[in-house]
T-cell receptor, first 115, second 118 residues
Framework: TQLLEQSPQFLSIQEGENLTVYCNSSSVFSSLQWYRQEPGEGPVLLVTVVTGGEVKKLKRLTFQFGDARKDSSLHITAAQPGDTGLYLCAGRPNAGGTSYGKLTFGQGTILTVHP | GAVVSQHPSRVICKSGTSVKIECRSL??????MFWYRQFPKQSLMLMATSNEGSKATYEQGVEKDKFLINHASLTLSTLTVTSAHPEDSSFYICSARRAGTRHFDEQFFGPGTRLTVL
């Protein structure tokens, strides 16, 4: 079983601060996705990273996939109250085996940005 | 594109009754759909993988006779919670896998169904 350790579990910051969320594993993933979920709604896909070392930017959000494709980070610059939510990383195991197609989820990070 | 709907969004039922939840991919075909359960402020727990035209694959510890899954078409999967009990109360979320090299097998999630069993 490929596990994803996501940290921190909780993050409470003031508007304007920067933050980073980490996802780490001892296993290699073919791709890794980041989702944001608001209470009572389903997760919304933010980005998919595929190539080792890849960096993608989405406005104030920067996503990075580790060179070895075992870890990833999400960095938010100048956080705003609208960024509040549950952030989930999810990795797709390498092709083959019984886990093909499934996503392995991190434990999630609950981010609260105070005005 | 890549919109997934779920119906109903909320359901309240009496203990012992069965509840059916539908998951539809609206603008793409999904040969594989997944059903998750989520507890408050926690991550998603995969319950089963639903493949069109074949039996679902259940995760360890998930009772297949209690959580019946049917994937009748490329755009519809249903989850039926049979003889529901209060401990089945939870947030159930489906996702649909959009296959193809360009899409890197991304999963798109429905808005979830809040089940409350009285």
């Amino acid at each position: 079983t490929q596990l994803l350790e996501q940290s921190p579990q909780f993050l409470s910051i003031q508007e304007g601060e920067n933050l980073t969320v980490y996802c780490n594993s001892s296993s290699v993933f073919s791709s890794l996705q980041w989702y944001r979920q608001e209470p009572g709604e389903g997760p919304v896909l933010l980005v998919t990273v595929v190539t080792g070392g890849e960096v993608k930017k989405l406005k104030r959000l920067t996503f990075q996939f580790g060179d070895a494709r075992k870890d990833s980070s999400l960095h938010i610059t100048a956080a705003q109250p609208g960024d509040t939510g549950l952030y989930l990383c999810a990795g797709r195991p390498n092709a083959g085996g019984t886990s093909y197609g499934k996503l392995t989820f991190g434990q999630g990070t609950i981010l609260t940005v105070h005005p | 594109g890549a919109v997934v709907s779920q119906h109903p969004s909320r359901v309240i039922c009496k203990s012992g009754t069965s509840v059916k939840i539908e998951c539809r991919s609206l603008d793409f075909q999904a040969t594989t759909m997944f059903w998750y359960r989520q507890f408050p402020k926690q991550s998603l727990m995969l319950m089963a993988t639903s493949n069109e035209g074949s039996k679902a694959t259940y995760e360890q510890g998930v009772e297949k006779d209690k959580f019946l899954i049917n994937h009748a078409s490329l755009t519809l999967s249903t989850l039926t919670v049979t003889s529901a009990h209060p401990e089945d109360s939870s947030f159930y979320i489906c996702s649909a896998r959009r296959a193809g090299t360009r899409h890197f097998d991304e999963q798109f999630f429905g808005p979830g169904t809040r089940l409350t069993v009285l």
